[in-house]
């Protein structure tokens, strides 16, 4: 992966009001494998807290995130910075580069 924590993100992240953290939302196109994900995040050395079939819950390390099969993801801290590492850290797991 190019992008650092430090680097902008190539999709917005916006906080959430109703959540309490960020969102996170690639757009139309982007798609994850969620079966093929929880591989990928345990290769990473990730735990998946929850994997409800539409979406998993992954611990990154600096927060809990939950990863939609859109891409789209929640992250669980109102920390900007460990959310970007969290969104770094979730989307590298998952092999993409931006």
Do not use: H, I, W
Not at 49 to 72: I, M, P
């Amino acid at each position: 992966m190019t992008a650092s924590a430090d680097e902008d993100l190539p999709f917005p992240m916006e906080l959430c009001s109703k959540s309490g953290g960020y969102e996170v939302n690639p757009g139309q196109g982007f798609d994850v494998g969620l079966d093929e994900g929880v591989e990928r995040f345990q290769d990473a050395g990730m735990r998946v807290v929850t994997n409800a079939g539409v979406l998993l819950v992954v611990d990154a390390g600096v927060c809990e995130v939950s990863v939609f099969e859109s891409g789209r993801l929640l992250v669980k801290t109102k920390d900007k910075e460990a959310a970007k590492r969290a969104v770094v850290a979730v989307y590298d797991a998952l092999g993409v580069s931006f």
